[in-house]
T-cell receptor, first 108, second 121 residues
Framework: EIVLTQSPATVSLSPGERVTLSCRASQSIGPYLAWYQHKPGQAPRLLIY???NRAAGIPARFSGSGSGTDFTLTISSLEPEDFAVYYC??????????FGGGTRVDIK | QLQLQESGPGLVKPSETLSLSCTVSGDSLSSSRYSWGWIRQPPGKGLEWIGT???????YYNPSLKSRATISVDTSKNQFALNLNSVTAADTAVYYCARQSEYSYAYFDPWGQGTLATVSS
């Protein structure tokens, strides 16, 4: 099973700040990584697929990068609605899909 | 607009079977070319993929569930279902249903809002 380790577990920031979240895979997964945003009581939302491609309707302030074992999600300038938990997910090892443990982005 | 809504009993006894349904609106399961999946999140933990059913009928499960999970489709109700047998407290979680994304069958979008299933006597 491919383990995805996300860091940090929690980050506290103010609106307008830039944040970079990390997702590290236990083995190479190529570009086959997605990022989701999850707010309490809501459905998770796909942000980024295959490491660096924004899903339809996702604002340009969200960007993804990486390949192999190290990936990042960057939010260039935090909006109030961006405070949420972010998860990464790999599809390289189908049908053993796995998710990371999540990073919570809190308001400072 | 596609919407998914999970439903099921909130409380299940240990060793019994957890049965959940996902009602789909905005697409017809009988003609959809998409795949449909279940994902869960135990309290305080991360997300865990349970399984995916494809439009052709193929089904794939997370091996960690050790054959306890069964996913099926009821086209007459436009629902797909998850049965998880021999449940224990470790199966307590929020269960989400989701459609595959436009980009890959292995990513999910959209998702339902989730339903909490608690395993307790």
């Amino acid at each position: 099973e491919i383990v995805l380790t996300q860091s940090p577990a929690t980050v506290s920031l103010s609106p307008g700040e830039r944040v970079t979240l990390s997702c590290r895979a236990s083995q190479s997964i190529g570009p086959y990584l997605a990022w989701y945003q999850h707010k309490p009581g809501q459905a998770p939302r796909l942000l980024i697929y295959d490491a660096s491609n924004r899903a339809a309707g996702i604002p340009a302030r969200f960007s993804g990068s990486g390949s192999g074992t190290d990936f990042t999600l960057t939010i260039s300038s935090l909006e109030p609605e961006d405070f949420a938990v972010y998860y990464c997910q790999q599809r390289s090892d189908w049908p053993r899909l796995t998710f990371g443990g999540g990073t919570r982005v809190d308001i400072k | 607009q596609l919407q998914l809504q999970e439903s099921g009993p909130g409380l299940v006894k240990p060793s019994e079977t957890l049965s959940l349904s996902c009602t789909v609106s905005g697409d017809s399961l009988s003609s959809s070319r998409y795949s449909w999946g279940w994902i869960r999140q135990p309290p305080g933990k991360g997300l865990e993929w349970i399984g995916t059913i494809f439009y052709g009928g193929s089904i794939y499960y997370n091996p960690s569930l050790k054959s306890r999970a069964t996913i099926s489709v009821d086209t007459s109700k436009n629902q797909f279902a998850l049965n998880l047998n021999s449940v224990t407290a470790a199966d307590t979680a929020v269960y989400y249903c989701a459609r595959q994304s436009e980009y890959s069958y292995a990513y999910f979008d959209p998702w339902g809002q989730g339903t909490l299933a608690t395993v307790s006597s």
